[in-house]
């Protein structure tokens, strides 16, 4: 074994090198497929064992196929079965995307990359002649996402995993799938394979393909769309991924979409904004005894509680942002529901105690602000927004409080070294830097600058400037722009050091994390994660610091939140962390969303404790 490549309870994949010659000759690089008895039960019952089984007899027929791997053979070690296959050299589909597409580039972008644009109309081609193959032979895959693809020297398409693949049978329908990649309801058979390959070719257009699941089947034209006249996507391409996606829906369920696309196209910003709000408000429901609104998955966490009732995640958030819309929320309602969950609030700063106390004492939540007065105090341990001093320490300079202990303890934290989780601004030293630079232009007293430079540097030391020329978080194996977890939390930092203090301090490295705000596309829609936070960024940015193609970017990105959003009747709506599931909440989902377009068009503050 020379490393795991997958591991999961049903076994792992792994990289191998031959000791002897039983399959291929010694010193071959091979994958061992594992597969282990009565595990990793699937929703038919079967255990990985028969699934491998399967899978070996489903290889076997196709190995006359360019887009299969070659098996070597199988053998049992102990009670455990693997399968002896060719090692792939290559990327997955999705990271062979990565190396190729122009969206994932910063400013100033060149678009129309001839060299991606041919690699997509062949790697289009080349997927639908895989597939047509492998029906031909008499097998459907079912379970077909970008996983499952590795693209042999970057530009020949090979398929794996066939533990769920099926003889051809026009009835069949695969019980497993990737989200986002799953067939249509009611599609079966071939054409279910073929929805999923164009879903696998829309993905290679822009990432948002997943979020056309569900009922969503509209945004497959508006991305197709989009990607010819934003990138010009050839005809072939789209008219492969659009036959195989709409092409395929019953006639009734394809009807209005280009009505739909229009429609929704010809929304002004302001009418976004306004349907996202009355797309959350739709969601509220004071009677939950569970989440107020959908929101991420940590609302159902061990401390899912405080989750609900906190700013990130849960009702506070929301709250905080529907009330600049006074007419859609009841706040007497949003009182009581909040008043009946603080006793569960266990954490400080913006996840607990302080977010709550924030969105109490300016929505004027009289009972709420009651039952926090009852709630312990727990000290904080780290210098975050988050959870630490740098919370406190602004929710008590927002409230006209004392901020001198939170200011205390977070030099003590500085001068031990203490880091952050990460570095961004929930997590990292940058809302420190910003509680430290309020403080002095109230105070006028120098060592609270000397205190925010360090607190910036202790974030700025944790990133690395990428190949890109953009100064991003360094996670070991990825790099970060992000508002709430990367580069840009410094940066707000750092614009706001400039501000109080009419320098250009730490100007190289603001220039660097301004290009880690331009990427022309983000996977998510969400404050934290994605474009929202680039769009409170920039706005700042350009206030402070005008520039031309700063502004330009800040323009191309409210209209690419539209590429994230799904719509009904009811609103407008977001997925959030991953794209899994609806979010209302301000951290991942459409509050968030709201507020970054509040910011923008309204020219207001919209993050908590007047940050």
Known sequence: MLSALHFSNAGGVYLAEALTNDFVPIGTIVVLKEARPYAGLDANGADALTRLAHEEKVLKSLQELNCIPRLYGSFTAWEHRYLVMEYIKGHDLTREWMTRTPILRPAPWSLNDSSYLQWLVS??????????????AGWLLGDIHPKNVIMRDGTQPCFIDFEFAHRMDPSW?????????????????????????????????????AIADQGNVWKVEQLLRHGSCELGISKSVSNSIRSQTIGALPAKEKRNINERVDKFNSLTDSQFRDEILRGVHGLIDWNSIGPLVPGDIAVFASDGVENQAGYPYGAAGVIDQLRFASKMIDMRAADLWLAKRVGSVQSRGFKGRDGIEYVARHANLTQTQDALNEVSNPIPTNPTLWSGWAGVGLCALDSGGDPLEAAHHLRLLLDEEVQGESVGLLNGWCAAAIFFTKLYEITEDGKYISLAIRAINNDISR????????????????????????SLGPGLAILELQRVTDT????????????????????????AYGLAGFLIYLHRRVQRL??????????????????????????????????????????????GVFAALREVLDESRTLPFGL
């Open 504 to 527: 250009h301090e730490f100007a190289d490295s603001l220039a660097a994390i301004d290009a880690a705000a331009t990427y022309y596309q983000c996977a998510h829609a969400s404050f």
């Open 173 to 209: 329908r695969c019980t497993q799938g990737a989200p986002g990649y799953e067939p249509a309801a009611g599609l079966r058979g071939s054409t279910a394979d073929k929805w999923s390959l164009g879903m696998l070719g829309l993905n290679l257009i822009y990432p948002q393909a």
């Open 546 to 591: 005008p520039s031309t193609i700063l502004d330009e970017t800040l323009s191309s990105h409210l209209r690419s939140l539209r590429l994230h959003a799904v719509v009904d009747k009811s609103g407008v709506f977001f997925r959030g962390n991953q794209n899994l599931r609806l979010s209302a909440d301000y951290l991942t989902g459409a509050s």
């Open 463 to 486: 990133c690395t400037m990428t190949k890109n020329g953009t100064l991003e978080y360094d996670e070991g194996w990825r790099t970060l722009p992000y508002l709430g977890i990367g």
């Open 123 to 136: 790697t289009v081609s080349l997927l639908d002649e895989a597939l047509e193959s492998v029906h031909k």
